[in-house]
């Protein structure tokens, strides 16, 4: 599945350890934080989220020493616009995938690591639903408090920033870039006084730029922006940004927007291919086996260009027009 720019900007920033590091730190309590060794933190390949959700969830595991062991931190991001009831649930299969791969690597353990789930979230409003897992369970509260110590009960760890306030998020003990990524994911949601705020955060625009590897974050957040901003559009809102980050910052801007100005005539050029693809069928369908019911025509209309072609090659020698759209 092609990443949504959310999951991009996510993981390419928070994949990294010293930018993932600030982010947990200023997400777990603070005596649990100062027990984890944040310097051992590692990332661990793979992802644990159900394909359905793969476009409005991302995740990340690290692993990381606590004390005199180690245990598995793991960060979802969810980036829908309304809460998902049933969170606690989902990352409860979550972490069970998660220590099913573990024994599967380590068939000879008999205790299991520990797993700090945490869910950094940003939606129109705030966070709305449990956070606790027995919180879920239909059960009377007096008849809970008697089972609880034999069904699962556990808490994760909560970041909204729905309504965080730009000052606020300036403010975190994170890394530049951390910051300024999670300031782009409120952007999403409400870019308005979009000049005024990419003002307030000149600074620490500057300092994501003089770090190493800088320029090439600095694309990915003007990326970002560009697209969730403006899209079709990103020459109309060059200038705009430009005239409040400063002219330090050009470069960068007018290649991510000339970029995407690119991919957008490529992908129109495609689609108007696709198009006249499409046309061309529906003209030989016709003329082969009459006027086509819309039900047909909206059918084709909305194919790709896989369908297109297969349908193309069998519109001379298929004997119904059932025969020419059959896809097993």
Not at 53 to 72: I, V
Not at 76 to 86: D, I, V, Y
Request: proline share 6%.
């Amino acid at each position: 599945m092609t990443p949504t720019p959310h999951d991009a900007l996510f993981k390419s920033t928070f994949s990294q350890p010293a930018h993932a590091a600030g982010a947990l730190q200023q997400a777990l309590p603070a005596a649990l934080a100062a027990r984890i060794d944040f310097g051992s933190l590692k990332l661990q390949p793979g992802s644990f989220i159900d394909e359905a959700l793969a476009a409005s969830h991302s995740d990340l595991l690290f692993t990381a020493r606590l004390e005199q062991t180690s245990l598995f931190l793991y960060v979802l991001f969810e980036h829908q616009s309304t809460t998902h009831p049933l969170m606690a649930f989902r990352l409860l299969a979550y972490m069970v995938r998660i220590w099913q791969r573990h024994l599967e690597r380590h068939p000879e353990a008999t205790r299991l690591p520990a797993i700090l789930p945490v869910v950094l979230h940003h939606d129109e409003t705030c966070w709305s639903a449990a956070v606790s897992f027995q919180e879920l369970l239909d059960v009377p509260p007096g008849t809970l408090a008697l089972m609880a110590e034999h069904v699962p009960q556990f808490r994760f760890v909560l970041d909204d920033i729905s309504k965080e306030e730009d000052d606020a998020l300036r403010a975190r003990a994170m890394t530049a870039l951390g910051r300024l990524v999670l300031w782009c994911f409120r952007l999403a949601r409400d870019p308005r006084d979009l000049e005024e705020r990419v003002s307030a955060w000149r600074e620490v625009l500057r300092e994501v730029h003089q770090a190493p590897d800088g320029v090439a974050a600095l694309r990915r957040v003007w990326h970002y922006i560009f697209i969730v901003v403006n899209p079709s559009e990103p020459e109309k809102l060059l200038p705009r940004l430009l005239a409040v980050a400063g002219p330090e910052f050009k470069e960068e801007m007018v290649t991510v927007a000339d970029y995407l100005h690119e991919q957008g005539r490529l992908a129109g050029e495609r689609e108007g291919r696709l198009e006249g693809q499409r046309s061309t069928l529906l003209r030989l369908l016709g003329l082969r086996f009459g006027e086509l019911p819309e039900p047909i025509e909206a059918r084709i209309r909305a194919a790709d260009a896989g369908q297109i072609e297969g349908w193309t090659d069998r519109v001379l020698t298929a004997p119904t027009l059932d025969d020419v759209l059959d896809e097993r």
